[in-house]
């Protein structure tokens, strides 16, 4: 089994940046690529791009970035959802690899 995995998906590319970087300060972890999702009724969203956020490490560590990041983005569009994987299974692992920022 892994390292402990939290996700924040926020609204837009700006807001992941913000809770990307608070979440880093907040706590000793890693971050796997930004992902993105168009969601399917984006013209009834404010910020029609949903990114997620994803942070490795400890599970104190990744929850203290989690939440971190989540106060942080409330400041700039806004959290969709937030959830913490205590142990990452081996399968899941190139699962939190892929991303759709990639052209690759």
């Known amino acids: 089994?892994?390292?402990?995995?939290?996700?924040?998906?926020?609204?837009?590319?700006?807001?992941?940046?913000?809770?990307?970087?608070?979440?880093?300060?907040?706590?000793?972890?890693?971050?796997?690529?930004?992902?993105?999702?168009?969601?399917?009724?984006?013209?009834?969203?404010?910020?029609?791009?949903?990114?997620?956020?994803k942070f490795r490490g400890t599970v104190d560590n990744v929850t203290a970035a989690v939440e971190a990041a989540a106060e942080a983005a409330k400041g700039v569009s806004g959290v969709v959802t937030t959830h913490i994987m205590s142990s990452t299974e081996p399968d899941t692992e190139p699962m939190l690899k892929i991303n759709a920022f990639d052209k690759n």
């Open 1 to 53: 089994m892994g390292n402990a995995t939290g996700i924040i998906e926020v609204y837009g590319l700006v807001a992941a940046f913000v809770a990307c970087d608070a979440g880093c300060k907040a706590a000793d972890v890693t971050v796997e690529h930004f992902d993105k999702n168009k969601p399917g009724n984006p013209e009834s969203l404010t910020v029609p791009l949903i990114v997620a956020v």
